[in-house]
């Protein structure tokens, strides 16, 4: 009977390594040749064209079958195009194709989520006069991020080369995961100073409760658990760019992640995306805030890792299956060790929640622009910009909270009650808007006369 | 292997555990079998009919053939399991005289590091991949599962003891 | 310190019978001498006097904390007074000093939920016809039931002794769960004749499935996990009385359990519990719809009883605690049985919950008072009905689903996301019928002059 520990000795050596890998080791398929098993799945992020009921990756045209939007985007890029997201291994590409990019200006701070930036960053720092060897430094990131962000987008494009790599989760030497954007660094520093309970991320709680003399960084305090999803937020979540000349990539994170507490952050700065052309009234575009929902929602304490990048047993070993995608493509390794219920019942779950996510985004969509044509007509008509300050300010702020949701990918899922919660007071805070401005458009009138 | 820990070595084990016991729970120990507490069998555990509802889970779960109570339970190593039994012999006659446990029970913090490592040590072969993921010549001693490696099998797997 | 010996002798002799129980044992104090464990802990339920954050058995007057109710139910009794409920025990007393009975006519319908009126059904059957030897029958209780609601309540009330007993729930000789109330009975029949999807009653399911030639009945078809969760469905469920002389007393359940089809069966009916005298609309009252909020939530397959009558050892025995009341005054034997969480962070998931759900109610009540005023200034200024017809139907719909949620007695924590989503579309329609009226109100000065 060959007792544990001998075991344990014959089986560390069953990672051999092939080639070394180092922090200049950018090309995944070098690392691939180590980690062959998590190569393979990584490189499925390649495939598309499967649909779900609400999620999958045929890479649609969003704008096409929720027309609504161009009205509520006039005026901002995405009134352009704004399709269903694919596999990583296409957001190089589709950064490069869409109409946002060659018919828009942007400027280069799109490419810390859109490419394996990590060179680019280390290599314009070193060029920004950073001692060369600091270039595997948190400060070369830092350097090549304010760089690279002020570049118009064009030049900054010829910088990179990759979309998601290996390096931009893993240290080479240990595989342990690692933060490498200073966007999220920045943002989880915003959100540690703020009041904004996390029970979900207690490194952060032990930081606060700690004499906070040395800024919180999740390199160093996040557990290997908050790690799982901590990576993710580098990219999945709501943000803007500063204004010119720096255009720093900024997450709205100062006051804390619910959406009350965004608006919150962009109104203390005195921010606007874009002014909307027939509302006047002073608009942000939200994008894909996965990480900030997820945190409000029943799974919290579950990672993104864990539904999204579940592990599977390979032959005699188990890995984790880099091939991020919707779990309802893979409810068996993505729920069924956690719900030991039937794939179908699940799936049903799932979309009973986002169906119900779907009925609330379209009403409240249709306030929206009931509330964009109403103020527009009382403008018309004459109505003075003091009378429809309130109308506006309620456009603006049910318009941010209807993006927040219907731009998270989950149609609701991450968090059912929140959701609905959003778009409850997103539909009231339309309607009220319609409300004042045809008060104004009366009174406008009536002084006409 | 029942018969040889009733006859054998085991005098000097039961003495040291009887002593721990001898304070609260002589009498007891007695009436509750203890010496069958000694031994590995499962059934041992059901004596206790607080423990019989964990060991009808156990039956119906996906251990039942592979695992017995202390194979989760109790350290795999030699001097830990002994020491093991002996504290968790001690807790349990004073939980069990003074009925001031908390329901449902529940693992304590050590009792889940102990599951924990069990998982790893059967399981060795299958996570060693991602419950250390070192690599590279000078890995470090791999880690063990639960606080260290932070990785958590029951974070995912705390059915499989007892389904549900 | 025999206790060892003194548990295993108690683990044997679990159930000594020391008296006969018949159908004709009405008093729960005779069923107690045989079971003196689970009645020590139903009398308990004579406690109150404890508050949760937002439940709790304080029977405070809803109507001082939420005045905007006194709006709402202009008209109905329940303007007159609504409390928080507590203990079963007081279900009785609680109803006959209620000023809804003392100062309003009421039926008898109201004992099939206020009283162990299962006695009275059969002597009343038995007065008006039935032959004596068919006292214990279903058709009894029918025809009993036939009988007291068609009586005036204060006539009704003195064929009644007791509050909840054990008769209600349980049949005497196997003490096998059982529905004694008719109104139920006829509830599940409408329910397995819609074509509302119930997963959570496979027994509904199945009996669809078959030749549906005899009508459901569930105390044939209905699974032991059922019944735990229907024999509550007997109180705590919306219902209305038909219109007199019989008065009956239905659950409308006819299109289905939601709050959707529950208003489309009052449409189908053209049903109005009474006409709201400022704004004219034609309302209904929600009750209590706890077993249809559950239904939608993600405890739909957890019984009410795991809740709210958990499983207990006492000693060598396991039994189950009868002192029905929140959860959160029991913790550890609801909710830790499923959820290996720590007590103070189970009630930290509950209560946010529940707050948000508190957070809506009050904007969609703000937004429901202000549609009663906008209708009622419009009729004023000498709008027509048929101009304030839309706006009294959104007023007739927004206010029965804030209802549905508002009385309904977990605060939104039997289905989180359906609250929220109910809770939506009643701010939606509020504001829409603001807006309607508005409209008619102009077009009535625009006429007038
Ligand atoms: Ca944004
Ligand atoms: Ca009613």
């Known amino acids: 009977l060959q007792n544990v520990a001998q075991r344990q000795a014959e089986a560390r050596e069953v990672a051999f390594r092939v080639v070394e890998i180092t922090e200049d080791t ?46 509520m985007w006039q005026g901002f890029p ?93 240290e080479p030497q240990t595989m342990r995961l690692r933060i490498t954007r200073p966007s999220l660094k920045d ?58 000349p720096v255009r720093t990539l900024i997450f709205p994170w100062s006051e804390g992640l619910k959406v009350e507490q965004q608006l919150q952050h962009y109104d203390n700065y ?19 805030p996965e990480f900030e929902l997820w945190s409000q929602g ?3 304490n579950v990672a993104c890792a864990d539904c999204h990048m579940p592990f599977e047993r390979v032959g005699a070993v188990k890995i984790t299956n880099h091939h991020a995608r919707s779990p309802l493509l893979n409810i068996r390794q993505s729920c069924q060790t956690c719900h030991n219920v039937a794939e179908d019942e699940l799936k049903r779950r799932v979309v009973t929640i986002q169906t119900r996510t779907a009925a609330l985004e379209k009403k409240a969509k249709d306030a929206v622009v009931e509330l964009i044509a109403a103020i527009e007509s009382a403008h018309q008509a004459g109505a003075t910009d003091e009378a429809l ?51 104004a458009e009366a009174a406008a009138k009536a002084a006409g006369q | 292997m029942r018969d040889w820990l009733m006859g054998g070595g085991i005098l000097l084990v039961a003495a040291l555990f009887l002593g721990l016991m001898a304070g609260a729970g002589a009498f007891t120990a007695d009436r509750a079998q203890a010496l069958s507490y000694l031994s590995d069998d499962p059934q041992v555990c059901v004596n206790c009919h607080v423990m019989r509802e964990v060991h009808t889970s156990w039956e119906r779960s996906s251990h039942r053939n592979v695992a017995r109570c202390v194979d989760c ?48 040590n059967c399981h060795i072969d299958l996570v060693h991949g991602i419950v250390h993921a070192r690599t590279g010549a000078g890995a470090h001693a791999s880690l063990p599962a639960g606080k260290r490696s932070g990785i958590s099998c029951l974070h995912c797997h705390l059915d499989v003891g007892h389904g549900q």
Not at chain 1, 194 to 217: N, T
Not at chain 1, 405 to 420: K, L, T, W
Not at chain 2, 95 to 120: D, M, S, W, Y
Request: charge should be neutral; glycine fraction near 6%.
């Open chain 1, 187 to 244: 943002g989880l520093v915003k959100l540690a100073n703020s009041d904004d309970p996390v029970p979900h991320l207690p490194s952060i709680e032990r930081w606060r409760a700690g004499d906070r003399r040395v800024p919180y960084d999740a390199n160093r305090l996040a557990s290997r658990h908050e790690m799982r999803s901590m990576i993710c937020a580098q990219c999945h979540v709501e943000y803007y760019f500063d204004r010119p």
């Open chain 1, 389 to 439: 300050n309130e109308a506006r300010t309620l456009h603006r702020s049910s318009q941010f909270k209807v993006d927040w949701i219907f731009n998270e990918n989950s149609r609701g899922f991450h968090a059912p009650q929140e959701s609905a919660r959003i778009l409850a007071e997103a539909m009231n805070e339309a309607r009220k808007g319609i409300l004042s401005a045809h008060k």
């Open chain 2, 73 to 120: 339970h109790l350290p795999h190593d030699p001097v830990g399991k002994w020491v093991g039994k002996a504290i968790d012999g001690w807790n349990h006659s004073v939980a069990f005289t003074l009925q001031n446990f908390h329901e449902p029970i529940q693992l304590k913090p050590r009792g889940r590091a102990i599951v924990e490592q069990n998982c790893v």
């Open chain 1, 270 to 288: 005195g921010w606007r995306d874009w002014t909307h052309p027939r509302a006047g009234s002073g608009q942000m575009k939200v994008q894909h």
């Open chain 1, 78 to 170: 995405f009134e352009l195009s704004f399709r269903e997201d694919r596999g990583h291994h296409w957001f190089l590409f589709d950064q490069r194709q869409t109409r946002r990019v060659q018919e828009r200006a942007q400027p280069g701070s799109c490419l810390h989520c859109h490419s394996s930036v990590v060179e680019a960053y280390r290599i314009a720092a070193v060029q920004a006069g950073l001692p060369v060897e600091k270039i595997h430094t948190e400060e070369a990131l830092r350097k090549g991020f304010d760089a690279i962000n002020a570049m118009p987008w064009a030049e900054a494009d010829t910088l990179v080369r990759n979309p998601l790599a290996c390096i931009d989760c893993h």
């Open chain 1, 298 to 300: 029943p799974h919290a």
């Open chain 1, 26 to 71: 950018y090309e995944s398929s070098v690392w691939g040749r180590n980690f062959p098993l998590q190569y393979d799945t990584f490189m499925r992020t390649e495939e598309y064209g499967v649909e779900t009921p609400f999620g999958g990756n045929v890479p649609y045209e969003k704008l096409d079958k929720y027309p609504q939007l161009r009205i």
